[in-house]
């Protein structure tokens, strides 16, 4: 696959990749009202990290060649972001 790697962090870029997923890390979006053709998506590639899909379209994604990563709402931070951390929120509750 010659696609560069990709990053989808915001309906915004979704909008502007899509159908073309190909080699695209999407973090975080809630997916589950959005109208979107999932057959018609290029998914060869594409890892989908914390994202809320609506019911039945993980099946579809995996088919396609898509991975995905649920969401981890049991810890105490975010785990799968498009950003890094900033200092004070890597040492917040620990004295310095």
Known sequence: ??????????R????ATWPDLRAAAVVGLDLRDERLDWTT???EGTTFFGCEMPAG???LLS?????????????PFRPYRADL????????????
């Open 57 to 59: 379209v993980i099946d």
């Open 63 to 75: 088919a396609a060649g898509a991975a995905t990563f649920a969401s981890l709402s049991d810890v």
């Open 41 to 43: 998506a290029r998914l």
């Open 12 to 15: 915004a870029d979704l909008e």
């Open 1 to 10: 696959m010659d696609v560069p790697p990709r990053l989808v962090a915001s």
């Open 85 to 96: 951390y900033r200092y004070e929120e890597l040492t917040s509750g620990h004295e310095h």
